[in-house]
């Protein structure tokens, strides 16, 4: 007993511990509706590549993201996203970014048959790294273009992501502790059923552990809150085990 309570009082004594903790209960405070909805256990993995174009310019850089999802208690492929992109890094602070998106969606999702999601995006990255962790703010604006009969409006939206990952040194330096949240909102509405206002939100809270100086994985429980306003549909809410390998080249 000695033992577990003197680990207790050095977590609780660590600032980027009480922080992360204060961060996590802030996520997951944040309200949704309180309306009929439909739940689903999901999977999603994935990894992302970053590396430089210095052959270039020494400013440029390149990132290529791809992840599958499986719905439906994780039984079948619900979703893909294929995402390449841009970066122009003004300082290690302040990166922006110009990308597309390519998502072949199916059911659950999809209502009644598959379709594809073409986005093309741009980026505004910010990175501070304090005594306590790294602090990530990401804004983007999609325009999104789909392959659905009868629509051919095109959609605008607007995300806000911002992150926090924290060392865990009394376990290991290679372990982090990783929040983030994520806020979707639509720009307009348009014939494909999107009405505009809020859309998603998407809150995370998991490990992250360094295989190399290269190579991170981060894994934990991702709450996707999809909001369907006049929709017949209710509005779904998707507990997400995620996986995903972050490569630094």
């Not at 390449?84 to 110009?98: C, D, M, Q, R, S």
């Not at 992501?161 to 502790?177: D, G, H, W, Y």
């Amino acid at each position: 007993m000695m033992k577990h309570s003197c680990l207790l009082n050095n977590m609780c004594k660590t600032p980027s511990t009480l922080i992360a903790l204060i961060v996590l209960g802030l996520i997951f405070t944040i309200p949704v509706s309180a309306g009929d909805r439909v739940e689903d256990f999901n999977t999603w993995t994935g990894i992302e590549m970053i590396g430089d174009l210095a052959s270039i310019n020494p400013h440029l850089m390149y990132k290529l993201f791809a992840q599958g999802r499986f719905g439906d208690n994780s039984t079948r492929f619900t979703q893909a996203l294929i995402r390449p992109g841009i970066g122009y890094a003004f300082n290690e602070k302040i990166t922006v970014w110009l990308g597309y998106d390519w998502v072949p969606t199916s059911r659950p999702l999809a209502l009644n048959h598959p379709f594809n999601d073409h986005r093309v995006w741009q980026q505004l990255s910010l990175r501070n790294n304090n005594s306590f962790g790294t602090v990530i703010s990401r804004i983007r604006f999609e325009q999104r273009f789909f392959d659905i009969p009868g629509s051919s409006d095109v959609a605008y939206r607007y995300r806000q992501l911002f992150k926090l990952s924290t060392p865990m040194t009394f376990v290991s330096p290679k372990v982090s502790f990783v929040v983030w949240n994520e806020i979707f909102v639509d720009l307009n509405s348009m014939d494909a059923g999107i009405r505009s206002g809020f859309n998603q939100n998407w809150a995370f809270a998991g490990i992250g552990y360094r295989l190399n100086k290269k190579t991170a994985v981060e894994m934990g429980y991702l709450n996707q809150y999809i909001n369907r306003p006049q929709s017949p549909r209710p509005d779904q809410m998707n507990h997400v085990l995620s996986m995903t390998m972050l490569v630094n080249f």
